[in-house]
């Protein structure tokens, strides 16, 4: 009861907090699905997911309005579906990655949430267009507080709309490793790394990076995998 | 223009700062037709009490109540400075409210440069892959330190930039070829690539697996960097079709 009640304040918080209230970035990738693997008691399974989401979400940057995926409260749907996959195992340090299909069934279920409340942002944006008769009017007659009210509303919608992402993100979630339960047990690392490495080139164009920011880079990785390959 | 009052009227700090913590939600009611103009307005309400007719306050909120977009960190040095000018129009200086106009036209673009590559694309992005990097090696570390290194540049922006804003007023324009200030934006790149280097060394050395399958992180990453925009999706389709080469390895290597 606790933690159901506390996953739903924090996915209405990082709804709030993409766009409209703070943006004090708890909505991050990495922020939401960590504190959501906190409440379900495994922290090292929610950074894990929260790290390779961050890879993936974290070069998507909201410029002049553009749409974007509503990475925060599926990032939390993600930290709370890779705690739940432990099973009341100990938490391990500092992170931990589920096995691969209960992996790409949890990263899954993410970036198809985030996706769909993108698209429920949008929708809003262009509803909340017909309300610009009423601020009009507001202004009209110096009413600041009719203002205020908008906004509330605003803020109210978006925390709205993060609550039924991530409920969407666990209900996918939860249909995904219903499948993956019928799948061996195998090493998540495949899953990360392909994700994680991904999400490396894709952030790096997204960000549109020099090239001599890409030469650093393209070094780290090389030589990261070599000394992998190596040890 | 509060002609004939008598009096002058002055911004006080708890204004600026309400003004500050107004900007919060600068974009809570974020529409396509007026962008961030709702919040914006309402963000500078507590200005309102500049004004002593009901008809100067009406066309207080009316001028502010329009399209307005920018980096929302940013908006607080542009609320100083507007700040200043409404205190300036409201004490009955000519030609100040056609400045107001002219002021947030001249300043939105250039801050919203400065902010989106200093606060979204360093701040933001490198430093919550960065913090990334750190979280696959110190656990928790990693998204507390990403919170509070950006919070204190966020907030210094937000709300201390309302009263920096105010303070240098006109100058503004001019402060913003501030050497520091350019050199900020310069530092985006390379901390991007920094970020990005922390996280995959962070996910090779964190992620377990047998030696051989380090090499898939670099060949990932170029396919990443490669695949034409049309296929992208925000990296979403992509990484779904990562998900998927990944647990088909994950099925046939032994």
């Given amino acids: 009861m606790t933690e159901g009640l506390l996953l739903i304040g924090l996915a209405a918080w990082a709804g709030a907090d993409m766009t409209a209230a703070g943006q004090f970035m708890i909505s991050q990738p990495l922020v939401a699905a960590w504190l959501a693997g906190l409440i379900v008691g495994q922290p090292a399974l929610g950074l894990g997911v929260g790290i390779l989401l961050q890879v993936v979400w974290g070069g998507v940057l909201p410029l002049g309005g553009t749409t974007f995926p509503f990475s925060g409260p599926a990032s939390a749907a993600a930290g709370a ?80 709309l993060g609550v039924v992402i991530a409920a969407l993100g666990v209900l996918l979630g939860r249909l995904l490793l219903l499948g993956a339960e019928a799948r061996p047990a195998l090493d998540g690392a495949w899953v990360a790394l392909a994700v994680a490495g991904f999400g490396v080139g894709g952030s790096l164009r997204a960000l549109g990076a020099s090239r001599g920011a890409g030469a650093l880079l393209a070094v780290s990785l090389l030589a990261a995998a070599a000394w992998r390959l190596l040890a | 223009m509060n002609r004939g009052s008598g009096r002058e009227v002055a911004v006080r700090s708890r204004d600026l700062l309400r003004v500050g913590l107004g900007l919060l939600f600068l974009q809570a009611f974020f529409n396509v037709e007026r962008r961030q103009g709702v919040g914006w307005a309402a963000a500078l309400a507590p200005l309102v009490r500049l004004w002593s007719s009901r008809e100067d306050r009406a066309a207080f909120l009316a001028r502010h109540a329009v399209p307005f977009n920018t980096n929302p960190a940013m908006a607080g040095p542009i609320a100083g400075v507007i700040a200043r000018l409404e205190e300036r129009a409201a004490n009955g200086e000519a030609g100040m409210v056609d400045r107001v106009h002219r002021m947030k036209s001249t300043l939105v673009g250039p801050l919203a440069g400065i902010g989106d590559a200093f606060l979204w694309k360093a701040l933001r992005a490198g430093g919550g892959l960065f913090a990334a990097g750190v979280a696959a090696a110190a656990g928790a570390v990693g998204p507390l330190l990403f919170l509070v290194l950006y919070n204190a540049g966020h907030l210094a922006v937000r709300i201390g930039g309302v009263f920096w804003g105010y303070r240098h007023g006109d100058e503004i324009p001019r ?80």
């Fill in chain 2, 175 to 254: 402060l913003l070829r501030n050497r520091a200030i350019l050199l900020a934006v310069r530092l985006a790149d390379p901390l991007v690539a920094v970020g990005l280097a922390a996280v995959a060394v962070g996910v090779l050395r964190s992620s377990g697996g047998p030696a051989g399958a380090a090499i898939l992180l670099p060949a990932a990453a170029v396919a990443g960097y490669f695949l034409p925009d049309r296929f992208r999706g925000h990296g979403s389709v992509g990484s779904i079709a990562a998900i998927m080469v990944g647990l088909l390895l994950a099925e046939i290597v032994p």
């Fill in chain 1, 81 to 160: 579906l890779a705690g739940w996959t432990a099973n009341g195992a100990p938490d391990a340090w500092p992170i931990a990655f589920p096995s691969a299909w209960d992996l790409g069934a949890v990263l899954g279920a993410a970036l198809l949430a985030g996706e769909a409340g993108g698209r429920a942002v949008v929708f809003l944006r262009r509803r909340r267009s017909l309300a610009m008769g009423a601020v009009d009017a507001a202004a009209g007659r110096g009413a600041a507080a009719a203002l205020f009210r908008l906004n509330a509303r605003g803020a109210g919608e978006d925390a709205l």
